[in-house]
């Protein structure tokens, strides 16, 4: 029986090795993975990159193959991966058009069913070294069941509200990886946490065991303890998996952790929510009409709009930080300016300015929320502000 190259009390194992070999030796049974593999796209050709001079080289791992062998690499290690994969469980696999055809093919031989082939669209690509095509500023993503006939876990509603009540789309435009993610050193494939965060997001559960045969620096581990789920990681470069126990060393410092959790959350596309005090009569008020407001304007009568009001898709009432409710607006970004005499056509008493930004909300549909941040501020409480919807709604 293989030994782990390392062992955190079961959250966090790392394997050394061949890992065809390991994943036939793995007994434990996981609820989901995600695979990095090898693209296949190394070709050790000059490329000229910023004006400098490169190989375009990872490594051995990586050089480019013929089809016949792409496809027998890829079915090889598939079907290990099948044999410990739960019967309800999902699988995740990156890739480029250098491997992707394969990997799919090979799914659907092995008998998985394809669920979804998600594009992540990268909004800050490196430039293409090379002339006559189009900059390459996406990769993809085959997810998969193992079982057509089991419930596969898919967090539907959920990711429907943090893209503002419509469907998640399978186009995730996500940057690449944050130099605040290299502080242990680099891995030249090294996938964002904010990546790992959504894959995760969708279909797992605190405590879930999450494998990645080909860990790397262990991007997917790292994201998975975070999140309170168990990792189990694949490397044959022991030099890879060395950073991956220094980033996990790293995540011990509750502050660190506490601090990479909230960058890897951060999402510049995500759905806000105006999270707005109002004593208890003016929050009786709001509920019967679906009419939340805010002074508009400081002092001087100027209107101020805060980064983020654009994608304003909720609102979320309380009282000194008490009896906390969320609403979905009837328009995403909408506001309406009223002068203090509208308001009052609406049975309000407003009197602190003559005009104030009006927010239009559904007061039916009670948003149910997994967790609420402490709105208790002391004198911040009573103050407007705008929060991120994953404060709210979403896996912690």
Not at 106 to 119: D, K, R, T
């Amino acid at each position: 029986m293989i030994v782990p190259y390392y062992n955190d009390n079961n959250d966090f194992v790392l394997y050394c090795g061949d890992v065809n070999q390991v994943l036939a030796d793995i007994k434990e049974k996981v609820d989901v993975i995600f695979a990095d593999p090898p693209y296949f796209l190394s070709s050790q050709k000059q490329i000229i990159q910023s004006g400098k001079i490169k190989i375009c080289d990872k490594g051995e791992w990586d050089r480019v193959a013929s089809l016949e062998k792409i496809n027998s690499f890829n079915r090889n290690w598939l079907s290990k991966c099948r044999d410990i994969l739960k019967d309800n469980g999902t699988i995740w696999v990156c890739g480029t058009y250098h491997n992707i055809y394969s990997v799919e093919q090979c799914l659907i031989e092995l008998g998985f069913q394809i669920l979804n082939i998600v594009v992540w669209q990268k909004p800050d690509p490196p430039p293409t070294p090379y002339g006559g095509r189009f900059n390459f500023s996406a990769e993809y993503i085959v997810w998969a069941r193992k079982d057509p006939k089991a419930i596969h876990c898919f967090h539907y509603e959920e990711l429907k509200q943090m893209n503002g009540g419509r469907e998640m789309p399978d186009v995730w435009k996500i940057p690449s990886t944050g130099s605040w993610e290299r502080n242990c050193g680099k891995h030249p494939t090294q996938k964002p946490l904010r990546l790992l965060y959504r894959v995760l997001q969708s279909c797992t559960e605190k405590g879930y065991i999450v494998l990645d045969p080909f860990a790397g620096s262990c991007t997917t581990g790292i994201a998975a303890n975070l999140l309170g789920r168990k990792f189990i990681g694949i490397d044959q470069n022991q030099k890879f998996l060395d950073y991956g126990i220094q980033r996990k060393h790293e995540v011990e410092d509750a502050s660190k952790a506490e601090w990479m959790l909230k960058k890897m959350l951060e999402n510049p596309e995500e759905v806000m929510v105006m999270v707005n005090h109002a004593r208890p009569d003016l929050f009786k008020r709001m509920i019967e009409t679906g009419i939340c407001y805010l002074r508009a304007g400081d002092s001087k009568g100027s209107l101020l709009v805060t980064p983020g009001f654009e994608r304003l898709n909720y609102v979320l009432l309380h009282t000194n930080g008490e009896n906390a409710q969320l609403f979905k607006l009837k328009k995403k970004g909408h506001f309406q300016i009223w002068t203090r005499e509208t308001l009052q056509q609406y049975g309000f008493s407003p009197h602190s300015a003559v005009y104030y930004v009006v927010l239009h909300f559904d007061p039916t549909n009670l948003i149910a929320m997994k967790h609420c941040p402490n709105l208790k501020k002391h004198k911040y409480t009573f103050k407007t502000k705008i929060h991120p919807l994953s404060d709210f709604i979403g896996i912690k």
